[in-house]
């Protein structure tokens, strides 16, 4: 029972490198979304999808990138990484069950450090 | 815009103590209500939920009552185990808005033998 899978769990880079952060699901819902969460900030949206192919902003989207090509897939992308996006990511799939009541289903985070 | 408040903590009880974590919100419209629990190196998951006003939400032991006239939703216990140490997210979601939630700064739970 996969649900939502984040990879990679840790990784460090340096000022100006890129990556990109994985997010898959398994439970074919429509809606995926990235969240970042800062001591003293609680989460903060970063991009969502309604579904494959539709992206919009969250709270926080500079310095990020998203796509969906595929309902299970929502790769989460940093181009140059600056050391204020060191933070723990976490990506959450939910459906659009009875409107606004869906239930977010969170993957176990990644730990983006940037030096 | 939409946002949440929640008590700072960290709150520290002992076992079988009586918890009560304060939440209280901002929002246009009739929002949805959640607690969400964080356990040490894991992500959030659902604790309990509540959709319209005057609903209670239960799970595990917790409690929580959706009040729109004091716009709150406040997170009760009536005896703590150790393993309830956690970090509690309360949070909303906005109408045809599932897959965003706003959530308020976390709540860290620790409690002692």
């Known amino acids: 029972n996969a649900g939502v899978t984040q990879t990679p769990k840790f990784q460090v880079l340096k000022t100006g490198q890129s990556m990109t952060l994985q997010c898959a699901q398994d439970?074919?819902?429509?809606?995926m979304s990235w969240y970042r969460q800062d001591p003293g900030m609680g989460l903060r949206l970063i991009h969502y999808?309604?579904?494959?192919?539709?992206?919009d902003q969250g709270e926080v989207p500079n310095g990020y990138n998203v796509s969906r090509s595929t309902t299970e897939d929502f790769p989460l992308r940093l181009l140059s990484a600056a050391p204020s996006q060191t933070s723990v990511y976490f990506c959450?799939?939910?459906?659009?069950?009875?409107?606004?009541?869906?239930?977010?289903?969170f993957g176990e985070g990644s730990r983006l450090t940037v030096l | 815009g939409n946002s949440v408040t929640q008590m700072e903590g960290p709150v520290t009880l002992s076992e079988e103590a009586f918890l009560t974590i304060n939440c209280t919100y901002t929002?246009?419209?009739?929002?949805?209500l959640f607690w969400y629990v964080q356990y040490p190196g894991e992500g959030l998951q659902l604790l309990l939920k509540?959709?319209?006003?005057?609903d209670k939400g239960s799970n595990k032991g917790f409690e929580a009552t959706y009040r729109k006239e004091t716009t709150s939703f406040h997170l009760e216990k009536g005896s703590v185990q150790v393993s309830d140490s956690a970090v509690y997210f309360c949070?909303?979601?906005?109408?045809?808005?599932?897959?965003?939630?706003?959530f308020g700064t976390g709540t860290r739970l620790q409690v002692t033998l």
């Open positions: 959450a799939s939910s459906s659009p069950s009875g409107g606004h009541t869906g239930e977010l289903f």
């Open positions: 439970m074919n819902h429509e809606y």
């Open positions: 999808s309604v579904g494959a192919g539709i992206t």
């Open positions: 929002a246009t419209g009739y929002p949805s």
């Open positions: 509540a959709t319209k006003a005057d």
């Open positions: 949070a909303l979601s906005g109408s045809g808005t599932a897959s965003k939630l706003t």
